[in-house]
DNA sequence: GTCTATATAATGATAGAC
DNA sequence: GTCTATCATTATATAGAC
């Protein structure tokens, strides 16, 4: 037998024990936290807990590995529909293939928990929303935006915490949470109120905007007297 | 950052060492999450482990008291500021206060842990931006909306939740965080986006808004039509 | 009220038999 | 590779001395 998986995050060829080790410690970390022990994990996965760290020598190795996997299947994931619209919309599809049901979960826990791999994912979202916008720019179905990089930012924090706050306030009241019919009562709630922020603002008017602007503009220009000579050139957006 | 002041010159009349330990688990809690031990906040109180659970029982006891304190600060705050504008600003407005500052960092980790006092805030926060958003609709500064119930829960989930995940990364990047700055730096890094998005939405037209409403219609003419047949009316939610 | 000392349980990690 | 058994640590909670 040759099947030398020293390394991490070989998804196909799935029969292995340490494969299955860390499918269900993916599960159960997506079901429980990651304060589950590694005897649950264990249990789970159908062997012995001392089998466990001798395959990942630790719990963080374990942590580690379940982190790679997950990510290099969204990546993966990522590249068959790169055409998904809007931020975090891949996300939110992930949840809706009983598949990657216990993926979402664990990406859930993982922003919760806040170690590396939400942060992963979420500078690639902010990425992904960052050109995504650009097209709809391009196209004429989005706004142009005076500073394109921090809308996209400011997007992608919104839609995910909003998204993320929405299922661990459900977590907390029905465990365990569904998180497919999750996703569809999130869409569903929050389509009108978002649809109408996004097509009709909620200001009345841009006077809270054109304030904010004009403040800028001083500080800008008085910044600009500090550090440089006074050009004349005002640059006033539209 | 400490909330733990030594009773030497101490004026306020809450010195009891009860409230003592309670504030200093409130500290604990709010720089070490709650999975802090015992012994490190009875060391934070200067006080023996043991005398924790002589006056709270058990660690959940002082949770629970360190919760209703915490809320009840917020409620009798809330009512000295009540003309705080926009959704969650009470919060922000809260962190800028040295001596509130811990607070901040409890609810902070109370969201994140998913417990109940987040849960009792948000719920809070969503009443206020209610009426704050009807306040502003009546002066003509907020436009009206098809539901005003569902567009403050969804402004809540959103500027929480991006709070949240902001403070959350913030946390994972640099530890101890400062929240003070951590706040300034939100808003300034997102005040331009948030005021382009409410002050002129993201979509260019009302197409995607007037789709939405086209299908709502007919679902529910259709459900009209299927509910006013009255042969078995044991249900008559809508 | 406050402390020291301890009981009990669960954790991660390890050693050795097969 | 896999298991059983165990170590060492840490957690909460409790009992008893002062």
Redesign the pocket.
């Known amino acids: 037998m040759r099947?030398t998986?020293d390394d991490a995050g070989d998804s196909r060829s799935d029969l292995?024990?340490?494969a299955r080790i860390r499918d269900a410690a993916i599960a159960v970390f997506a079901e429980s936290g990651f304060?589950?022990?590694?005897?649950?994990?264990?249990a789970a996965a159908?062997?012995?807990?001392?089998?466990?760290?001798?395959?990942f020598?630790?719990?963080?190795?374990?942590r580690a590995e379940c982190d790679k996997y997950v990510l290099d299947v969204i990546r993966r994931r990522k590249a068959e529909a790169i055409a998904t619209p809007g931020p975090a919309q891949a996300m939110k599809d992930l949840a809706e293939i009983d598949e990657y049901a216990p993926l979402f979960a664990y990406i859930v826990r993982s922003f919760q928990a806040g170690d590396g791999l939400g942060e992963s994912l979420f500078e690639q979202m902010v990425q992904d929303a960052e050109q995504y916008l650009e097209m709809g720019v391009a196209s004429g179905q989005v706004r142009p935006s005076r500073d394109p990089a921090a809308r996209a930012r400011y997007l992608t924090l919104n839609n995910v915490g909003a998204m993320l706050l929405y299922m661990q306030m459900r977590m907390h009241r029905d465990t365990p949470i569904d998180y497919r019919e999750a996703i569809r009562d999130f869409a569903g709630d929050l389509a009108l109120p978002a649809l109408e922020l996004y097509s009709e603002g909620l200001f009345s008017d841009s006077s809270m905007l054109d304030a904010y602007l004009a403040t800028e503009d001083v500080a800008a220009q008085s910044e600009d007297a500090e550090t440089r000579q006074p050009d004349s050139t005002t640059e006033e957006q539209k």
């Not at 304060?35 to 264990?42: F, H, K, M, P």
């Not at 020598?57 to 374990?62: A, F, R, V």
């Open positions: 099947l998986n292995t024990t340490r304060t589950a022990g590694l005897r649950a994990i264990a159908g062997v012995s807990p001392g089998l466990v760290n001798h395959h020598g630790s719990k963080d190795g374990l």
